[in-house]
């Protein structure tokens, strides 16, 4: 492995990994599978996991957090996957929705929120993807009226991560419905308890089964018009700016999984037995092994300098969509030739490769799909 050089200037970094992984060890490993049956992380989890820092890592101590930076809540997203516990969302409430209220939140917004996240004591979702489009943000049919002192909002979002459990929403909608496509939106903070809100039943998905994932819907929901988040009518601007840093979560999980499914594929060809040698002896297998470690150590060094462009702001969103497009798809032929290994065996619900599998599908649709990221890409190129 390509010796990690990002974490090299502050050694608190491999405290808080040990941290993150005994956290895993102790109270999420023995339990995940049981989580996955019952689609849903208990909220006690978060909790214990914000009372050691493990949640909201950038926040500012003053605001409850560790004053960390996002290398930290990286540690955390590896560590997750290397324990291939997916059914922690900790990034969508850490690493999404939480920088909109750290950056664009007014002081008392940001006094009110930022403890209970960081803490665990409350727990977030931002709410983008509609029915109608999902990467399309800018075609958004939720809408906010300005009625006096409030806006009334209406309309529905689906595959919102942390839906059951969120007590706050972070909501895209229109609230200038006049203005042209992309013009006009506002992120508003909105409360679970808020009369009108309701959370669907959980999405039955085909992977990330302890995450749940709900449709939410919002019928004439009154929000105070001191909830908007940041300017209104800026809302897309905002969105366009944090979705780098969304990709670069996924990025993250992608290359951590990619590493823990080749890592679990070579224990298991060493030990299995076959025509009176090893699966690992033969060269198809060997060849094989290393194409995949090529590819990961590859990823690997673009997503630190990515990592590296992202704490000093200067990383483009041109950068953040090659990122997660090359590491999503990088993970899916991992995930697909490692399952091919196990034989199978690979096939079977109890073998871990068979959950990543699955699991590892999700990340060329999540964050923005591989095409959009294209598009960003393939835009920039011709402009």
């Known amino acids: 492995m390509v010796r990690r050089t990002i974490f090299d200037h502050d050694e608190s970094y491999a405290e808080f990994r040990a941290l993150a992984a005994a956290f895993l060890e102790r109270e999420v490993i023995p339990f995940h599978g049981q989580w996955e049956d019952e689609g849903l992380v208990p909220r006690d989890v978060w909790t214990k996991a914000g009372e050691l820092g493990l949640l909201c890592c950038e926040v500012p101590e003053e605001y409850g957090g560790i004053g960390g930076t996002f290398l930290h809540s990286a540690i955390v997203m590896e560590e997750l996957m290397r324990a291939g516990a997916t059914g922690l969302a900790f990034a969508n409430h850490s690493d999404v929705v939480t920088p909109y209220i750290q950056r664009y939140g007014t002081e008392q917004q940001r006094r009110r929120w930022l403890p209970e996240l960081a803490s665990g004591r409350a727990l977030a979702a931002i709410c983008m993807t509609e029915p109608s489009g999902g990467s399309d943000l800018a075609n958004l049919r939720t809408t906010a009226r300005r009625v006096g002192d409030k806006f009334v909002l209406r309309g529905q979002k689906v595959f919102i991560t942390n839906s059951t459990n969120a007590d706050l929403f972070i909501v895209a909608a229109k609230t200038d419905v006049d203005a042209p496509r992309g013009k006009g939106i506002s992120l508003l903070l909105v409360e679970h308890a808020s009369d009108g809100v309701r959370v669907g039943s959980p999405l039955k998905k085909i992977g990330y089964k302890a995450s749940d994932t709900c449709e939410v819907y919002f019928d004439d929901v009154e929000v105070p018009a001191e ?12 969105l366009m700016t944090q979705l780098a840093q969304e990709r670069m979560t996924q990025g993250v999980r992608a290359v951590a999984m990619a590493r ?12 299995r037995d076959m025509f009176g040698k090893t699966l690992a002896d033969m060269q198809n297998t060997q060849f094989t092994l290393a194409n995949l470690h090529a590819e990961i150590e590859l990823n690997q060094v673009y997503l630190d300098r990515c990592l590296e462009l992202l704490l000093t702001d200067e990383l483009s969103a041109e950068d953040a969509a090659i990122c997660k497009m090359t590491s999503t798809e990088m993970l899916g032929r991992v995930a697909d030739q490692c399952l091919q290994l196990f034989g199978g065996w690979g096939y079977m619900w109890e073998y871990p490769i068979a959950r990543i599998f699955v699991d590892a599908r999700m990340a060329r649709i999540a964050g923005g799909t591989v095409e959009t990221m294209k598009h960003i890409i393939g835009r920039n190129l011709v402009r």
């Open 227 to 238: 909830n908007i988040l940041g300017v209104e009518g800026e809302g897309f601007a905002q």
């Open 260 to 271: 823990r499914a080749l890592e679990l594929t070579i224990d298991y060809v060493k030990q």
